[in-house]
T-cell receptor, first 115, second 111 residues
Framework: AQKVTQAQTEISVVEKEDVTLDCVYE???????LFWYKQPPSGELVFLIR??????QNEISGRYSWNFQKSTSSFNFTITASQVVDSAVYFC????????????FGQGTTLQVKP | GAGVSQSPSNKVTEKGKDVELRCDPI?????LYWYRQSLGQGLEFLIY????????KSGLPSDRFSAERTGGSVSTLKIQRTQQEDSAVYLC?????????FGEGSWLTVV
């Protein structure tokens, strides 16, 4: 069965610290997609990144970076030099194109960045 | 429109009443999803549409829940005889090229 685990329920850091959000997934499919979404207090789910299972190249976008390790079934998200505006709930998700493409979400990690 | 649009943004209803939630997906997106986010329950899948048909309804929690989509565009999620446990944020999403974009959600409170 497909499953996404975000073991960190809450993380609190001080502004300018680096922080890594962990995500571990389970799937039997060889083709799948992994996602990260941000949910700020306003409630909207904001798409951050999609990674397909055949592309293990790490990605960097500004202060955000993602580390995809197929060998450990992990897709971790690092925020460098965190800012107060990064405070939100972050969700990792898995989708399988062969199975309607619906998303299986982790339970989310609440990140609080203090000034 | 530019993004997924949902209405109403907030709805308070009395237990036992019916409610309808509307979703207007991103233009051209053929795939449409409904999810529910309850306090302490995370995000759960409800139903998937491809065009006007719903090949996956496996997440609908009971027969009080139904959804339809017309013209391959707007979708309506209907909850009959609402119960307090139906209180949640109902999120609609549409998809293009395997990337799913979400609306801002409809906050439903059943009192």
């Amino acid at each position: 069965a497909q499953k996404v685990t975000q073991a960190q329920t809450e993380i609190s850091v001080v502004e300018k610290e680096d922080v890594t959000l962990d995500c571990v997934y389970e799937t039997r499919d060889t083709t799948y997609y992994l996602f990260w979404y941000k949910q700020p207090p306003s409630g909207e789910l904001v798409f951050l990144i999609r990674r397909n299972s055949f592309d293990e190249q790490n990605e960097i976008s500004g202060r955000y970076s993602w580390n995809f390790q197929k060998s450990t079934s992990s897709f971790n998200f690092t925020i460098t030099a965190s800012q107060v505006v990064d405070s939100a709930v972050y969700f990792c998700a898995l989708s399988e194109p062969s199975n309607t493409g619906k998303l299986i979400f982790g339970q989310g990690t609440t990140l609080q960045v203090k000034p | 429109g530019a993004g997924v649009s949902q209405s109403p943004s907030n709805k308070v209803t009395e237990k036992g009443k019916d409610v309808e939630l509307r979703c207007d997906p991103i233009s051209g997106h053929t795939a449409l999803y409904w999810y529910r986010q309850s306090l302490g329950q995370g995000l759960e899948f409800l139903i998937y549409f491809q065009g006007n048909s719903a090949p996956d309804k496996s997440g609908l929690p009971s027969d009080r829940f139904s959804a339809e989509r017309t013209g391959g565009s707007v979708s309506t999620l209907k909850i009959q005889r609402t119960q307090q446990e139906d209180s949640a944020v109902y999120l609609c999403a549409s998809s293009s090229e395997n990337t799913i974009y979400f609306g801002e959600g409809s906050w439903l409170t059943v009192v």
